[in-house]
């Protein structure tokens, strides 16, 4: 069955300092796609990026990075330097392609808080 | 991408009544889906609003609870009927394009307080 795991459930770390988020899924389809999304406390779900299962490459963008390893089913979402802005919970989401009912599986969600 | 206006942001209503959260996007999407997200927690699916047809409820959500309706591919409306302190909770609205590659958008969601 599918699923998807966020084992932290609440990181504290002081600004500036690097901060990996983990998000470990399973599934039995061969395509399927991963997503991060960012919930800041104003509560409205933010799209960060999306992963199809194909495309193992690690993608930066600005002091967002993403390590994707099929080996591991991890799909792990790192900020540099992180800002106070960044405090938030975010999600980790699993989107499989035979599933005719397009429905997002969510990981628990891990709250990241930056003190300042 | 896709733009979705949520309303009511907040409510506070009585125990035994019902309230009707509305969901406009700005332009035709797919799929249409209401969450339920209780504090500190994760997202949990109430249903798959579908247009032109009945909903597509989760197991433990049910239509007489949990009316929704879809008239058209931009707008949808889900009812929380004969309210108790256990439907307190935020409510969201989401809407996807009906491909398991795409993103879904979420609106501001409804933050409701039943007493």
């Known amino acids: 069955a599918q699923k998807v795991t966020q084992a932290q459930t609440e990181i504290s770390v002081v600004e500036k300092e690097d901060v990996t988020l983990d998000c470990v899924y399973e599934?039995?389809?061969?395509?399927?796609?991963l997503f991060w999304y960012k919930q800041p406390p104003s509560g409205e779900l933010v799209f960060l990026i999306r992963?199809?299962?194909?495309d193992e490459q690690n993608e930066i963008s600005g002091r967002y990075s993403w390590n994707f390893q099929k080996s591991t089913s991890s799909f792990n979402f790192t900020i540099t330097a992180s800002q106070v802005v960044d405090s938030a919970v975010y999600f980790c989401?699993?989107?499989?392609?035979?599933?005719?009912?397009?429905?997002?599986?969510w990981g628990a969600g891990t709250k990241l808080i930056i003190k300042p | 991408s896709a733009v979705i206006s949520q309303k009511p942001s907040r409510d506070i209503c009585q125990r035994g009544t019902s309230l009707t959260i509305q969901c406009q996007v700005d332009?035709?999407?797919?799929?249409m889906f209401w969450y339920r997200q209780q504090p500190g927690q994760s997202l949990t699916l109430i249903a798959t609003?579908?247009?032109?047809?009945?909903?597509?409820?989760e197991s433990g959500f049910v239509i007489d609870k949990f009316p929704i309706s879809r008239p058209n591919l931009t707008f949808s409306t889900l009812t929380v009927s004969n309210m108790s302190p256990e439907d307190s909770s935020i409510y969201l609205c989401?809407?996807?394009?009906?491909?398991?590659?795409?993103?879904?958008?979420f609106g501001q969601g409804t933050r409701l307080t039943v007493v």
């Open positions: 989401s809407a996807r394009q009906g491909l398991p590659n795409t993103e879904a958008f």
């Open positions: 332009s035709q999407v797919t799929m």
């Open positions: 609003a579908n247009q032109g047809s009945e909903a597509t409820y």
């Open positions: 599934t039995r389809d061969t395509t399927y796609y």
């Open positions: 992963r199809n299962s194909f």
């Open positions: 989401a699993l989107s499989e392609a035979k599933d005719s009912n397009y429905q997002l599986i």
